[in-house]
């Protein structure tokens, strides 16, 4: 490269190395050091040799859709992407097996391959709504997990000591418990480790609480003579209750396909002192816009109930656009501000011999879509949240007549009618 091409190179460099790195978290100042340091380096052979970057993230498809948390990596990686790296999307249908322990003070229940293999279909097409599935390399890690014997995995095993495993916050906090930690858990760093050889990655974007399997596959890239790839995390969204990470297992998640008004509600829930980490990380919004927001928050130039609305209406008009996120706050004003019941709601059609009908509630809201499972449907109604005219169900067995209106939760409505 010539003299007058440096400065150039200098500044293409400082400008990608600024948009990656901005809203990055890391668990300590010396890792900050280290990953920007080895960024820019990877940045500038990059641009220098007009070779893109090979960069990952990898999502477990334990659920079958992805909320608002997911969207946070999905977006850095978009970035990669507009500046003309190769994005890959690694759906972890194998490390989903195990489930990732990162976050769990307790045993993560183990998924069957059907269901990873048939939750990974959702997850691929919520994940184009972010992403540019033409400029999106898409690999599932069965392709090589699949494939190791036992002898490799022993292998892999024997760059790892125990001491390492025990030092992670959440086995350690089991511990001191006496809960116990299962040996299948600890492979899960091993698995996502071998993931970064695998696709010969040049940078991983995960959560603050990945950190430690992002460095499994630094260990592992060296071990097998490619260089390590260079860790860039972000910080972890809360949920609804602005306390635990969202999680659709925990039921505090904003789902990115669930209907404009469950979204609007959701987010008028949130907490107020978790408003400037939602307009930071669950919204698309600018970030001097954001900036601006957070500081008419800080000096109470703006209410937290506005605040909510404008939230509200970001997240909404993000996935189904501003006509959709007008209607959710004009619903969500006419039935949680005044009380009422919305104008229109969806039907649901019983067959009646007489004037009422006998109908079990988990068969009925599965049928109609508004509840996921028979399961979640009586826990709903064992909470009271199936209700007819203010009163909850009893029992999942009830007897309806046409023209009921059911209220499902805080935000579902459903209207009887003869089938």
């Keep these: 490269m010539s003299g007058g091409d440096r400065p150039a190179l200098q500044t293409e460099v400082e400008r990608q190395h600024a948009l990656i790195m901005h809203g990055t978290a890391f668990g300590d100042a010396e890792t900050r050091v280290t990953m920007e ?97 033409e400029h999106t390399e898409v690999r599932r890690n069965s392709e090589w997990l699949g494939g ?64 430690f399997n992002l460095i499994a596959g630094r260990i592992l890239q060296r071990v097998h003579g490619q260089p390590p790839q260079v860790a860039i995390t972000f910080p972890i969204l809360v949920g609804l209750d602005g306390k635990a990470r969202m999680s659709k297992s925990q039921g505090n998640h904003i789902g990115i396909d669930e209907p404009p008004d469950e979204q609007y509600g959701k987010t008028m829930s949130i907490p107020d002192a978790a408003l400037p980490q939602f307009f930071t990380l669950g919204t698309n919004l600018p970030a001097d816009e954001v900036a601006a927001l957070e500081r008419d928050l800080a000096t109470r130039d703006l209410h937290p109930m506005e605040a909510k609305r404008r939230l509200a209406h970001a997240v909404v008009r993000e996935w189904h656009g501003s006509a959709a996120a007008d209607t959710a706050a004009t619903q969500f004003q006419r039935v949680f501000s005044k009380r009422e019941a919305p104008a229109e709601m969806q039907e649901v059609a019983v067959h009646f011999d007489g004037a009422t009908a006998e109908v079990d509630l988990a068969v009925l809201l599965t049928a109609a879509g508004v509840v996921k499972s028979k399961a979640e449907v009586k826990r709903l109604v064992g909470q009271g949240g199936v209700q007819r005219d203010g009163q909850p169900f009893g029992s999942p067995q009830v007897r309806l007549s046409p023209g009921d209106v059911l209220k499902i939760g805080k935000r579902r409505w459903l209207r009887v009618v003869v089938r």
């Design 148 to 211: 190791l014997d036992f002898a490799s995995v022993i292998r892999l095993a024997s760059h790892f000591t125990v001491a390492q495993f025990l030092e992670r916050d959440t086995f350690a906090r089991r511990l001191e418990r006496g809960a116990p930690v299962y040996v299948h858990e600890f492979m899960y760093g091993l698995m996502q480790g071998y993931d970064a050889v695998a696709l010969r990655a040049d940078v991983q974007i995960g959560g603050t609480d990945q950190t």
């Design 37 to 133: 340091r080895e960024l820019h380096e990877r940045l500038a052979v990059s641009i220098r040799e007009e070779r893109p970057l090979r960069v990952y993230l990898g999502v477990d498809p334990t659920a079958p859709d992805l909320h608002l948390g997911h969207v946070v990596g999905l977006r850095k990686l978009r970035t990669f992407a507009e500046l003309g790296h190769q994005a890959i999307l690694l759906i972890g249908d194998f490390t989903g097996l195990v489930g990732d322990p990162s976050d769990k003070d307790a045993l993560r229940p183990m998924s069957t391959m059907e269901q990873l293999q048939e939750n990974a279909r959702g997850y691929q097409e919520q994940a184009f709504k972010v992403l540019d599935p």
